[in-house]
């Protein structure tokens, strides 16, 4: 069983629509938990952080945090066709810098 | 802003070759990473370096090695390469005395190995 579990998707949606995007986890000691973008032909970027449980917010895009079940998720709201893309979670013990990513989620936005 | 910077975007190259990947970081970051990312596979850590001539092993390492004789150059080496090791390699720097060191990625190398 891989530590880090992530459905490939693809996942096609209409444009305003709102978008729900899963990891689950074997391993209790992450503490760090991320979401990366990466489009075609380019490297992955960092979208969101967050430490520990809880809920993160940035403008249409929030990161939450379950430990108890070992699941995160990164909702999108009103999606543009600008965020299609190949998200990426990935996730690290406390004070480490060794990430250990998902297999990724390609997301296709159509107007 | 971060850049992260690999020399080559597309490689192609004969079975038994060595192959030089290089990465160069322009933000003074202690941290470098190779990554490899196959489709269904996600990203895997091959090497990575907290300091300079310091080098870890990944998940991966069977095949590579790697240099840092500079700070900001983190070099991946295929001493002989083989047709299994055709991938998108990815480079990635971070600092390394913060509480959480978001990691910046080069936009990758996709080699080919005939």
């Known amino acids: 069983q891989k530590e880090v579990e992530q459905d490939p998707g693809p996942l096609s949606v209409p444009e305003g629509a709102i978008v729900s995007l899963n990891c689950t986890y074997s391993?209790?000691?992450?503490?760090?938990f991320m979401w990366y973008r990466q489009y075609s032909r380019k490297g992955p970027e960092l979208l969101m952080y967050t430490y520990s449980s809880g809920n993160k917010e940035d403008g249409r895009f929030t990161a939450q945090v379950d430990k108890s079940s070992k699941y995160i998720s990164l909702f999108i709201r009103d999606s543009q066709p600008s965020d299609s893309a190949t998200y990426l979670c990935a996730m690290t013990p406390y004070n480490t810098d060794k990430l250990i990513f998902g297999t990724g989620t390609r997301l296709q936005v159509f107007p | 802003d971060v850049k992260v910077t690999q020399s080559s975007r597309y490689l192609v190259k004969r079975t038994g070759e060595k192959v030089f990947l290089e990465c160069v970081q322009d933000m003074d970051h202690e941290n470098m990473f190779w990554y490899r990312q196959d489709p269904g596979l996600g990203l895997r850590l091959i090497y990575f370096?907290?300091?300079?001539?310091?080098?870890e092993k990944g998940d991966i390492p069977e095949g590579y090695s790697v240099s840092r004789e500079k700070k900001e150059r983190f070099s991946l080496i295929l001493e002989s390469a083989s047709t299994n090791q055709t991938s998108m390699y990815l480079c990635?720097?971070?600092?390394?005395?913060?509480?959480?060191?978001?990691?910046?990625f080069g936009p990758g190398t996709r080699l080919t190995v005939l």
């Open positions: 990635a720097s971070s600092f390394g005395d913060r509480e959480y060191n978001e990691q910046f």
């Open positions: 391993n209790s000691a992450f503490q760090y």
């Open positions: 370096s907290y300091d300079v001539k310091m080098k």
